[in-house]
C-alpha cells in the first residue's frame, strides 16, 4: 500500500492535491495500525496466556482464590452454594480460568440490584466429550430476553453508568472460546436472576484431594472479606478528605491496554458510591489518548507499561516528565519489573509489579495527599 502512495505523492504537482491525499493515507494508515496492533496483541494474549500443557487443575481450588482474591462491598448480603457432580481436574489455563470467574463474580457484584439478598450458585456437571458444563447463577440481578444476545459483545452495557462497562462479560466469552467451547446466557426477569454456562476440557485425572470447597449449601461470610473492605473504606475516606482540603475533585487518568484492568479500578472506585461526584477517571486503552487530555487537570497517572508488546507506557512518562507536568507517576507491568531502574528514571514515582490499584492508591494518599 506505501509504494503506490508515495509515488502519487511523488508524480503530484498540485501541493494541495498531495495534502488531501494525505490526509485520507493517514485515516487508511491509522485504520491499519489499529488493526495489526489489534492482532498483535490477540496474538500475544494467546502465545503469552494460553498453556494448556500446564498440571491438571482443581475447579474447587480456583474458586477459592478468587473468592478470597475478590473485594466484596460489606453491605450486601451473600450466600454461596457450590454443587460439583464429579471430581474430574480441568486441563485449562489457570489464569484465564480465573480471570473468567473473577469477571463473572464482578458482573454480579456491580449489577446487583440495591438491597436484594443475593445467592451465587456455583455448578459442574456431568463431563461429556471430555468437557464438563459450568454454570453460575445469581439472584438479585436480570436481563431482559432482548439484551441477551448482546450480552458477551465488548462495550455492551445495560446499565450506561461509569461503573457497568460491558467489559466483563466479552472477556469470559473470549477466555471460554480459547479453550474450545462456547457461552451462552440466561434470566428471568421476573424471578430476578441471571446465570451464564460454558465448557471447559477436563484432563482424565480424579482429583483425590480433600475438597476445599462444601459440594453443597455452604455459605461463604463476607466477614472473609472485612479486612480489605475496612482498607477500602479507610481509603475512600482519606481521598474524600484529599477533595475536602483542596476544594476540588480528584482526577485520575489511567491507561492500560487490558480493559478487565481498567474495569476493576473504576469498581473499585465506584462500587460503593461515597466517591461518586468526588473522583473523576479518566481510562484509555492506548496511551496516544492522552494527546486529548489537558494534563494540568490530572491529579495522577496510572499507566501500564507495556501496550502490546511496546514499551509505550515508559516513553508516555517520559514525555509527561519532558513536558513540565510533575503529577505523581503510578506504573505496573503484567510482565514484571525488569528495569526499574530505568523507570523511575524516566520520572516514575511508584512501580508496581501488577495492576494494583488500590496500592497505586494508597501510595497516592499516604505520600502525596
Known amino acids: 500500500m506505501l509504494k503506490p502512495l508515495l509515488c502519487s505523492f511523488e508524480q503530484e504537482q498540485d501541493l494541495e492535491k498531495v495534502k488531501q491525499r494525505a490526509k485520507r493515507a493517514k485515516k487508511q494508515l491509522d485504520t491499519t495500525l489499529k488493526s495489526t496492533k489489534e492482532m498483535l496483541a490477540n496474538l500475544r494474549d494467546v502465545s503469552r496466556e494460553q498453556s494448556l500443557m500446564s498440571e491438571p487443575e482443581s475447579f474447587g481450588t480456583l474458586l477459592k ?37 473473577n469477571n463473572a463474580l464482578q458482573n454480579i457484584l456491580t449489577a446487583v440490584n440495591p438491597g ?15 468437557f464438563t458444563e459450568i454454570s453460575i447463577k445469581n439472584t438479585g440481578s436480570s436481563c431482559a430476553p432482548e439484551s441477551l444476545m448482546q450480552v458477551f459483545q465488548a ?12 467489559v466483563g462479560a466479552a472477556i469470559i466469552k473470549k477466555f471460554v472460546e480459547l479453550h474450545g467451547e462456547s457461552v451462552r446466557a440466561d434470566s428471568s426477569v421476573a424471578e430476578d436472576w441471571f446465570s451464564i454456562h460454558f465448557s471447559l476440557p477436563c484432563s482424565s485425572e480424579v482429583d483425590d484431594r480433600p475438597s476445599e470447597l462444601s459440594e453443597n449449601c455452604h455459605e461463604l461470610s463476607v466477614n472473609a472479606s472485612k479486612g480489605r473492605a475496612q482498607e477500602i473504606e479507610a481509603l475512600e475516606a482519606n481521598i474524600q478528605a484529599y477533595c475536602l482540603k483542596n476544594e476540588k475533585k480528584l482526577v485520575i ?27 473523576e477517571l479518566l ?72 495492576p494494583v490499584f488500590y496500592e497505586h492508591l494508597l501510595k497516592f494518599v499516604n505520600e502525596c495527599c
Do not use: W
Not at 462495550?155 to 460491558?166: I, R, T, W
Not at 476493576?264 to 461515597?274: D, I, N, P, V
Not at 501496550?307 to 503529577?327: P, Q, Y
Open 116 to 130: 436484594a439478598n443475593i445467592e451465587i450458585r456455583f455448578a459442574s456437571s456431568r463431563v461429556k466429550d471430555g
Open 65 to 101: 482464590e478468587c473468592l478470597e482474591e475478590k473485594f466484596l462491598t460489606s453491605d450486601l448480603t451473600l450466600k454461596f452454594t457450590y454443587d460439583f457432580k464429579h471430581g474430574r481436574l480441568l486441563a485449562i489455563d489457570r489464569e484465564k480460568v480465573k480471570r473468567v470467574l
Open 155 to 166: 462495550g455492551y452495557s445495560s446499565h450506561g453508568d461509569e461503573l457497568n462497562q460491558g
Open 283 to 354: 481510562t484509555f486503552t492506548n496511551t496516544q489518548a492522552l494527546k486529548y487530555v489537558d494534563l494540568k487537570m490530572i491529579d495522577l497517572v496510572i499507566t501500564d507499561l507495556d501496550f502490546a508488546g511496546e514499551a509505550d507506557g515508559l516513553d508516555l512518562i517520559r514525555d509527561i516528565r519532558a513536558k513540565g507536568f510533575k503529577m505523581p507517576i503510578c506504573a505496573h507491568s503484567d510482565y514484571g519489573i525488569n528495569k526499574a531502574k530505568e523507570v523511575y528514571q524516566a520520572g516514575a514515582d511508584f512501580i508496581f509489579e501488577k
Open 253 to 279: 487518568v489511567a491507561l492500560d491496554d487490558v480493559e478487565e484492568h481498567l474495569h476493576h479500578l473504576r469498581t473499585m472506585l465506584f462500587a460503593s458510591g461515597k466517591l461518586r461526584g468526588k473522583v
